[in-house]
């Protein structure tokens, strides 16, 4: 069974753009939830979709959004990058919603702004 | 206090050592624990995942749950170089509807050495 796949793997931006990270879910997961991992604040938890409804949002500000599409596969944006945005990201599925339910994560991406 | 508490370390250990990482937390509400396993430049693997106090056994892991004390710990038995990473432990409750929280420790960085 393929695991959960996250593209790119690397990015590099400027300040004051956007990004767009996509995230593959473990066929039949209907859950996607993302987080930041920086050194400072460890994991951090950004948002959750189930079944393409956003159920809990973190403690991020509003430049942070994402969607999940019908078949689970979900993106996040983020705009008007910051310096401390540089992070990796990593999405994570899961069968059930994230509270009741073990979750297998990707790869992320490693975000970096200049 | 914070939520959940980890000992950063790191932690150094010979080969065939038995190795005991800890979390401890101030939510009384937390039910389901989790341990997950990160290397360098991965995402988090799932190594434990536990409802109920007392111990969950899966090879050379063990997880102990004391929700009386607030405690869970993670033991590896015959440590090998390849358990070199950092060991995650995270937390969840649910809550009435979609509320609930999941939050993580800020991991122990953990070398093995041959």
């Known amino acids: 069974k393929a695991g959960v796949t996250q593209t790119p793997r690397y990015l590099i931006k400027t300040r004051g753009q956007q990004v767009t990270l996509s995230c593959s879910p473990i066929?039949?997961?209907?859950?996607v939830s993302w987080y930041q991992q920086t050194p400072g604040q460890g994991l951090q938890f950004l948002f959750e979709y189930f079944s393409e409804t956003q159920r809990n949002k973190g403690n991020f500000p509003g430049r942070f959004s994402g969607r999940q599409f019908s078949n689970s596969r979900s993106e996040m944006n983020v705009s008007t990058l910051e310096l401390g945005d540089s992070a990796l990201y990593l999405c994570?599925?899961?069968?059930?919603?994230?509270?009741?339910?073990?979750?297998?994560f990707g790869n992320g991406t490693r975000l970096t702004v200049t | 206090q914070k939520e959940v508490e980890q000992d950063p370390g790191p932690l150094s250990v010979p080969e065939g050592a038995i190795v005991s990482l800890n979390c401890t937390y101030s939510?009384?509400?937390?039910?389901?624990f989790m341990w997950y396993r990160q290397y360098s430049r991965k995402g988090p693997e799932l190594l434990m995942y536990?409802?109920?106090?007392g111990n969950k056994e899966d090879g050379r892991f063990t997880a102990q749950v004391d929700k009386s004390s607030k405690y869970i710990s993670l033991f590896i038995r015959d440590s090998q170089p390849s358990d070199s990473a950092t060991y995650l432990c995270?937390?969840?409750?649910?809550?009435?509807?979609?509320?609930?929280?999941?939050?993580f420790g800020k991991g122990t960085l953990l070398t093995v050495n041959p």
């Open positions: 995270a937390m969840s409750a649910k809550g009435g509807g979609s509320n609930y929280k999941l939050t």
């Open positions: 994570a599925s899961s069968l059930l919603p994230i509270e009741s339910s073990p979750l297998h």
């Open positions: 536990t409802y109920s106090s």
């Open positions: 066929s039949g997961h209907r859950s």
């Open positions: 939510n009384s509400a937390f039910q389901y």
